[in-house]
């Protein structure tokens, strides 16, 4: 059964607590997720969003215990992506003339996905639907994270349903923010925001600042994953403005990969040179081998800088480094200085590669490349720690 959430809105989604990877391998959820689907009641019924297709008959054996499927008039689609209009064809199979509201965008979408003619009506920023004593208001969001995204306004219940905004890869039977571990949602917003809505920050602020500007009561905001924004709903809106405003924290990361521990020393040594220059800055050494990729780029988007290392291999730099400059690249960071730094045998091409590689991406140079042949005896250590050291001052 559905899960209530005020008198008229009753929360239908499913909870996905097996779901460790999406958008392929892009992105790592170890928390899980929830697809969110939201019924409102009133004189008119409206459901917002769907669920993932593998739990597509799930989904519609459940809202039928919750209410005959031909007394919902209207299907708002926010965002058409398939972890949120999979279960449509199962459900338009029992009600296949209820209409579906969404931009032109979400309508071109939709049918480029399913091959459908259903019952599209459009809508724009401003347009209403009217369900007795609610009703809801449009609101375009394009790029928030796709080009059909749209939120709705719920008058009467003064609630945001905001889809994919504010959301979270958080699995969880507590449906409220007031009802989980804070500090663990705030990971989870920040982890979703920096690796799916970073590259649109400008359009995120805008927005945002938008919808500050309609000066709309606001009791909750619903998005379409983790839980719901009830305690001090502004609070989310605050820091997506403070997220979208080239953030950045007192930190430096040095991210590296190493075959044979020589890079690694090399990290070590720069990072304690960081910490004589600079104590009250946090520094975060990660292995680009090792740790999540998506838990790293969560980690330089916090940081005012960014260290990449990696030995030379086949004249190039590592997989694992490669594959984070390239999502690096993608995810359009802004406010960060950045330096390169490998060991190397006999070529030693790594570093001036990615130096170049971080340029492209958008980071400022922070420092020339360095690079040192073999393991590094105690000199050279020594100048890991200078130039780690000379780095951070010059920034200071
Ligand atoms: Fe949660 Fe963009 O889909």
């Given at each position: 059964?559905?899960?209530?959430?005020t008198?008229?809105?009753?929360w239908v989604?499913?909870i996905?607590?097996?779901?460790k990877?999406?958008?392929?391998?892009?992105?790592?959820?170890?928390?899980?997720?929830?697809?969110?689907?939201?019924?409102i009641r009133d004189?008119?019924?409206?459901?917002?969003?769907?669920?993932w297709?593998?739990y597509?008959?799930e989904?519609?054996a459940r809202?039928?215990?919750?209410?005959?499927l031909?007394?919902?008039?209207?299907?708002?689609?926010?965002?058409?992506?398939?972890?949120?209009?999979?279960?449509?064809?199962?459900l338009?199979?029992?009600?296949?003339?209820?209409?579906?509201?969404?931009?032109?965008?979400?309508?071109a979408?939709?049918r480029?996905?399913?091959?459908?003619?259903w019952?599209?009506?459009?809508v724009?920023?401003?347009?209403?639907?009217?369900l007795?004593?609610?009703t809801?208001?449009?609101i375009?969001?394009?790029?928030?994270?796709w080009?059909?995204?749209?939120?709705?306004?719920?008058?009467?219940e003064?609630?945001?349903?905001?889809?994919?905004?504010?959301?979270?890869h958080?699995?969880s039977e507590?449906?409220?923010?007031?009802?989980?571990?804070?500090?663990e949602?705030?990971?989870?917003?920040?982890?979703?925001?920096v690796?799916i809505?970073?590259?649109?920050?400008?359009?995120?602020?805008?927005?945002?600042?938008?919808?500050?500007?309609?000066?709309?009561?606001?009791k909750?905001?619903?998005?379409?994953?983790?839980?719901?924004?009830?305690?001090n709903p502004a609070?989310i809106?605050?820091q997506?403005?403070?997220?979208a405003?080239?953030?950045?924290e007192d930190?430096?990361?040095?991210?590296?990969?190493?075959?044979?521990q020589s890079?690694?020393?090399?990290?070590?040594?720069?990072?304690?040179?960081i910490?004589?220059?600079?104590p009250?800055?946090?520094?975060r050494?990660?292995n680009?081998s090792?740790d999540d990729?998506?838990?790293?780029?969560?980690?330089?988007?916090?940081?005012?800088?960014a260290l990449?290392?990696?030995?030379?291999i086949?004249n190039?730099?590592s997989?694992?480094?490669?594959?984070?400059?390239e999502?690096?690249?993608?995810?359009?960071?802004?406010?960060?200085?950045a330096?390169?730094?490998?060991?190397y045998?006999?070529?030693g091409?790594?570093?001036?590669?990615?130096?170049?590689?971080l340029?492209a991406?958008?980071f400022?140079?922070?420092a020339?490349?360095?690079?040192?042949?073999w393991?590094?005896d105690?000199d050279m250590?020594?100048?890991?720690?200078?130039?780690?050291?000379?780095l951070?001052?010059?920034q200071q």
């Amino acid at each position: 059964m559905g899960k209530p959430i005020t008198n008229r809105v009753t929360w239908v989604g499913k909870i996905d607590w097996e779901l460790k990877r999406f958008h392929g391998d892009e992105l790592s959820t170890d928390r899980g997720s929830s697809y969110n689907s939201y019924l409102i009641r009133d004189s008119k019924t409206a459901l917002i969003d769907t669920v993932w297709s593998p739990y597509d008959r799930e989904f519609v054996a459940r809202l039928m215990r919750e209410i005959d499927l031909n007394k919902i008039d209207y299907i708002i689609m926010n965002h058409n992506e398939a972890d949120h209009s999979g279960a449509l064809l199962e459900l338009m199979r029992h009600i296949p003339e209820t209409p579906i509201y969404c931009t032109a965008k979400g309508e071109a979408i939709l049918r480029g996905q399913y091959h459908q003619d259903w019952n599209f009506v459009n809508v724009k920023t401003g347009d209403t639907l009217c369900l007795g004593e609610t009703t809801l208001t449009f609101i375009e969001a394009p790029m928030l994270h796709w080009p059909d995204t749209m939120f709705c306004y719920l008058s009467g219940e003064e609630i945001l349903f905001s889809n994919d905004g504010f959301g979270q890869h958080y699995a969880s039977e507590s449906l409220f923010n007031d009802r989980v571990d804070h500090a663990e949602m705030m990971r989870e917003a920040m982890k979703y925001y920096v690796n799916i809505l970073n590259p649109f920050s400008p359009m995120v602020a805008r927005k945002v600042k938008e919808i500050l500007a309609m000066n709309l009561p606001l009791k909750m905001i619903c998005p379409s994953h983790g839980v719901i924004w009830r305690e001090n709903p502004a609070q989310i809106v605050e820091q997506y403005l403070r997220w979208a405003d080239a953030y950045q924290e007192d930190q430096v990361t040095i991210v590296y990969d190493t075959m044979w521990q020589s890079t690694r020393k090399m990290a070590q040594a720069i990072a304690d040179g960081i910490r004589l220059a600079s104590p009250e800055t946090t520094v975060r050494l990660m292995n680009a081998s090792v740790d999540d990729k998506n838990d790293i780029l969560t980690e330089i988007f916090r940081s005012r800088v960014a260290l990449f290392g990696s030995p030379t291999i086949n004249n190039g730099y590592s997989y694992a480094i490669a594959g984070l400059l390239e999502m690096a690249r993608g995810l359009k960071f802004k406010n960060k200085r950045a330096a390169a730094f490998g060991s190397y045998g006999w070529s030693g091409e790594a570093p001036k590669q990615i130096n170049e590689h971080l340029q492209a991406a958008g980071f400022a140079i922070a420092a020339e490349p360095l690079r040192q042949p073999w393991a590094p005896d105690n000199d050279m250590l020594d100048q890991c720690c200078a130039w780690g050291q000379s780095l951070i001052n010059e920034q200071q």
